[in-house]
């Protein structure tokens, strides 16, 4: 169980004090993020006009994308396991000259037609969906994020299926068939921020011990739960329902553990 789905779980959940910034992410893509980022082979890609560089008051696509989300694309490329990708309408020596996005993005121009140089382009690639298939295939990922805010997105959202994810940015009016949505590109960057966080974490070890591997010890006052390696994972104090001292069993181990070494 994710912290996500451990709050999510809980009933009652108060309201957020006054002031507070809310969350840009629903309960919904949160669940999904966390789930994504617990796939063996993962393949983000992401429109570029839209999704990444935002859109002004007209509709008219700025010329830079975020600088949150170009970290947070280059945090993602450099895990094990994870390619990134942008799927453009603009001709790809544009799309490379205005995104200034690291080398391990691999980028896609021209509607999907012209890849760069890292990829081996697919004269059956004739639009964004066929050459998102064709990256899938490359990579061999056995799960797909794609971010579309632009127009012509549709298509390629009804091309995902199974374990894949579509999330639609902005224009939360029009219909998508994407499973779900995002307010703007800020909203967009924080998810593949989350999502770099997340899966950085499970990649690199912190990932939650199977339930029937733990032991659980009690006082007849205390209850606590402790893993194979004999880390005390969980411990709620005086009282069994008293807050819990020790919680890396829902929030890793940035949420307390005991253990001696």
Not at 26 to 35: I, K, L, N
Not at 89 to 117: C, I, K, N
Not at 164 to 188: F, K, L, M, Q, Y
């Amino acid at each position: 169980m994710t912290l996500t789905q451990a709050v999510d779980a809980v009933p009652g959940m108060p309201e957020e004090p006054t002031g507070v910034t809310p969350d840009p992410l629903s309960v919904d893509v949160r669940r999904r993020v966390s789930a994504l980022a617990r796939t063996s082979r993962l393949l983000v890609a992401c429109d570029y006009d839209g999704a990444l560089a935002p859109l002004d008051a007209d509709g008219h696509p700025d010329r830079r994308p975020l600088p949150e989300a170009v970290r947070a694309l280059r945090e993602l490329a450099e895990l094990p396991g994870t390619v990134c990708a942008v799927i453009s309408a603009r001709p790809l020596r544009d799309l490379a000259a205005l995104s200034r996005l690291p080398g391990e993005v691999r980028l896609v121009g021209a509607h999907g037609t012209e890849f760069d140089t890292d990829l081996a382009a697919d004269p059956s690639a004739h639009g964004k969906a066929e050459a998102l298939e064709v990256l899938r295939g490359q990579v061999e990922a056995t799960a797909v994020l794609y971010m579309g805010g632009g127009d012509g997105e549709e298509p390629v959202f009804l091309h995902l299926s199974g374990a894949d994810a579509g999330v639609r940015v902005g224009d939360v009016e029009e219909p998508s068939v994407a499973a779900h949505r995002v307010a703007d590109t800020p909203a967009a960057a924080h998810l593949l921020a989350l999502l770099a966080a997340e899966r950085r974490s499970w990649v690199f070890g912190e990932r939650p011990t199977p339930i029937e591997r733990m032991s659980l010890l009690s006082n007849q006052a205390s209850v606590a739960l402790v893993g194979p390696d004999a880390r005390l994972l969980w411990l709620c104090h005086p009282e069994p329902d008293s807050p819990a001292l020790f919680a890396e069993l829902l929030g890793g181990r940035s949420a307390g553990v005991f253990a001696i070494a």
